[in-house]
């Protein structure tokens, strides 16, 4: 398993152990905190790859928080502020979504950074509150009155005035990506080194195209992802493999060219009346490259190069579905009948229990 793989299972363990955490996403895994008792509304994300892994502590709230943010952005004049703390080692992020801190996990193991949960989240809560505090001093002068100065942000308000391309634009330039802009073709194209995926040409580079073209919809796609040799794969194997990545995120769509073998995936977004804001193309994005990244060393690798090691991969992966659904059925089952339980019945079991544990004890009973 990759780093991130490791952070996220770790992060999964963290939300079903912890009462006030829950998963709220999966891509990226999140992992979120309700805000009450005067706690921030917080959530955890984890970004990286095989050997890199840097969780994100968010404050979520689309409401006062990203508003508040944004003004911070318009009175420096900047796009996006990033800066370490020195005190704590967390990396500063205000950008147009909102606060964010980012704890840099690369050389933490998931064990070692279980250890430290609770301390690393209260120095990340801290951090954020004295950031959101040092914030509303610094605007609290600021009128909410439009100003005839352009703003350095972008909120959805205003992109609801911008074309779509104008959009696409200012997400790369938020985050300084280099792209080519097709206009002809109206389209955007751009890449990613990567940690494992490898493509047709044995380079470890991702291609995403973002297509506007569809008054409808936004495109995001992965030309090429694959090229598959069927005289050597059979093509109903990888068909499965596209069907079993299907069900599994189910807004992902996955073709593969049955005349030249090629396989891409791609997502669309809806745009109709609605605003696209550069958030979302972000979150695809991070999910497109984490999803070739995993996917690759999960089943793809060898199933361009060995079909029927492929084949008990793509079993061990459905069958290890099962299992989960199985035993969240199983526990679910288990939980109801406890609640049903009396507090004489619940008494008897720990009674029962207790008398076990004397007898193990004391050397008694056993096999």
Same mark, same amino acid.
């Given at each position: ?35 009450? @008792?005067?706690? #921030?509304? +917080? ?15 968010? +404050? ?7 508003? #508040? ?40 193991? =998931?064990?070692?950074?279980? !250890?430290?949960?609770?301390? &690393? !989240?209260? !120095?990340? $809560? ?34 609801? /005035? ?18 080519? @802009? ?23 580079? +991702? ?17 090429? #992802?694959?090229?598959?040799? +069927? ?9 499965? /493999? ?15 060219? =049955? ?10 977004? =809806? ?5 696209? @804001? ?55 089952? &288990?939980? $109801? ?14 009674? &029962? ?9 004391? *050397?008694? *009973?056993?096999?």
């Amino acid at each position: 398993m990759s780093l991130m793989q490791d952070y996220s299972s770790l992060l999964t363990g963290i939300a079903e152990q912890y009462e006030d955490w829950s998963v709220t996403d999966n891509s990226p895994l999140t992992i979120s905190r309700q805000s009450e @008792h005067n706690m #921030l509304p +917080l959530s955890i994300s984890v970004y990286g790859g095989n050997t890199k892994a840097h969780l994100f502590f968010n +404050l979520y709230d689309d409401g006062p928080f990203t508003a #508040l943010a944004q003004k911070v952005l318009q009175t420096q004049e900047e796009e996006k502020i990033q800066q370490e703390d020195e005190d704590s080692g967390l990396v500063i992020i205000i950008d147009s979504d909102g606060f964010a801190v980012v704890y840099d996990a690369t050389e933490v193991s =998931p064990e070692e950074f279980a !250890t430290q949960f609770d301390s &690393i !989240t209260k !120095t990340a $809560d801290h951090l954020l509150m004295q950031i959101v505090g040092d914030a509303h001093e610094s605007t609290k002068d600021l009128s909410d009155t439009p100003s005839d100065k352009p703003s350095a942000t972008y909120p959805a308000t205003q992109q609801r /005035a911008m074309g779509i391309d104008d959009v696409v634009k200012q997400y790369f330039t938020e985050l300084n990506y280099k792209h080519k @802009h097709d206009e002809a073709n109206k389209r955007f194209i751009f890449g990613f080194n990567t940690d494992s995926y490898t493509n047709r040409n044995n380079a470890q580079s +991702l291609q995403i195209v973002i297509d506007y073209s569809d008054d409808d919809l936004l495109r995001f796609e992965t030309p090429w #992802l694959y090229e598959f040799d +069927l005289e050597k794969t059979k093509y109903n194997l990888v068909a499965s /493999a596209v069907a079993w990545f299907q069900f599994e995120y189910k807004f992902l769509s996955m073709s593969l060219d =049955p005349a030249d073998g090629e396989l891409k995936i791609s997502i669309d977004i =809806p745009r109709g009346k609605g605003v696209i @804001h550069t958030s979302q193309i972000k979150r695809i994005v991070s999910f497109i490259l984490q999803f070739s990244e995993s996917s690759y060393d999960e089943l793809f690798k060898t199933l361009l190069t060995d079909s029927a090691e492929a084949q008990s991969k793509l079993n061990a992966l459905i069958e290890k579905h099962k299992n989960k659904v199985a035993n969240r059925d199983w526990r679910k089952s &288990i939980e $109801d009948k406890l609640d049903s339980l009396t507090d004489e019945q619940k008494k008897a079991i720990e009674a &029962i229990l207790a008398q076990n544990e004397e007898d193990s004890g004391s *050397g008694k *009973g056993g096999i």
